[in-house]
């Protein structure tokens, strides 16, 4: 069965699991809003896209002078779920020392280290500079930093006021952020700038992250650059009003490799002015081993933008704007543009997600190789584009009669997609994708009955 949204947020907060770790190296922390983003233009907006993509180039150039990932930039085909991502489920670890307004917890923050769990009394925490977090504020894996809400989700809120967001990872490894609702910021929730690596956001709420109004910038709630191996799990993205530019993400990210983003509730995510732009989900510019998985994405402009239109050359060192990863079991639904569109990737899969009620095709756009794309409900046909049909193996998936057809569902309109007892077109008719899709979005285990279903319910 697909949880519900609050069921999903109303997890207890976890603490770190102990990941890998690496040393990449550094590169500057952008300007405000880094400019180092494609706009979200959509397909059926070509001449603006191809307008937009050169001057957004040129910027990223002008930001970035390090290439950052080259000794870590192999293909890979992993798309499994990575062994260094443990389960979250360990208790959370007992406070070293507990703050309870914006100056201590900004003193504190700079005690951080192995072992340290700053945890944050029940309040609002207005910070007068953002919380700087360099390389000797790092954890260990088997000793991460944590900073938690000390009485669990729901009872702080970090607010990053006028500051440019409200934490900055600008080298710090094995940090956790735990329970936070974040807020205020003029531009993102969470930066993360290498050499940081090994981050982990969980059980957050994380809304409202643009107190400016400087539209030609980047806004994005949870935003990162070349820095590897980080978990978003079980955190819950919004925001309340349209933003006044065309260039918003939930969580964006540039040259990242071995992310993890999963079970998270993201909304929202639109520009004022519709059909522009708002991406709830976009790795691009060199990212890769991608795992989006188990997230419910609805209401935004584009649901996952898997790849894009960054510089993947400049900062990854390779052509591809994204290479393998996963994007499974992902429910989205209600987007003004596309559910899932995949641009310039190679060595991914798309599997078992559901699609309804979005505004335009999924597509697979500008280049591919190696892509599958198996077993997932679409809203639309799958649109190849830009010749990339000969590049993709899809196959078992099942197209609704019309975008928001919910015969197959319990209840669509009120945002449940698990299968109904009768959606025979989609219980048992998958393919085995056993090695590449071993749960469904609640986390139960495939196959049950006589095979794979389709979609991100597993009935
Ligand atoms: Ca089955």
Known sequence: MLRSPAHSLSLSVMTLAAIACSNPPSAADGAPGDGADAVDV????????????????????????DTGVSADTGVSMDTGIRADVAPSDAPAAACSETVSTAAELQAAAQRLGPGRVLCLAPGRYVLTARISLGAGRSGTAMAPAVIRARDGRGTVTVD????????????????????????????????????????????????????????????????????????????????????IGNNIQGIDCN??????????????????????????????????????????????FIGISFGGFGNPMGWSGQPWEHVGGVVRNNVIYRCEDAGITVLYARDGR???????????????RRMAMNLRYQNNILDRALNFRDGTMAAVMAANNLVLRSPTDGALFLGAMRGDFHLAPGASTAIDRGMSLASDVMDDIDREARPRGAGFDIGADER
């Open 255 to 300: 040259a990242c490799p071995s992310w993890t983003v999963r079970d998270n509730e993201i909304s929202d995510v639109r520009a004022m002015v519709g059909g522009t732009s708002g991406t709830a989900i976009q790795f691009k510019s060199g990212s890769r081993d991608t795992v989006i998985e188990r997230n419910v994405l609805h209401d935004s």
């Open 42 to 65: 959509r397909a059926d907006t070509i001449l603006r896209e191809d307008a937009i993509e050169p001057a957004d180039v040129a910027s990223m150039d002008a930001v970035v002078t």
């Open 160 to 243: 990053g006021a006028n500051n440019e967001e409200a934490f900055f990872f600008s080298g710090a490894t094995f940090v956790a952020l735990e329970g936070l609702l974040i807020t205020g910021g003029q531009y993102h929730g969470v930066k993360l700038d290498p050499p940081s690596a090994d981050i982990v956001v969980r059980d957050c709420e994380i809304t409202d992250t643009f107190n400016g109004t400087d539209a030609s910038s980047q806004l994005s709630p949870i935003k990162g650059f070349q820095v590897p191996r980080v978990l978003v799990e079980r955190t819950r993205i919004r925001f309340s009003r349209r933003w």
């Open 350 to 364: 798309i599997v078992n997600n559901t699609l309804w009620g979005n505004g335009f095709t999924p597509d697979v």
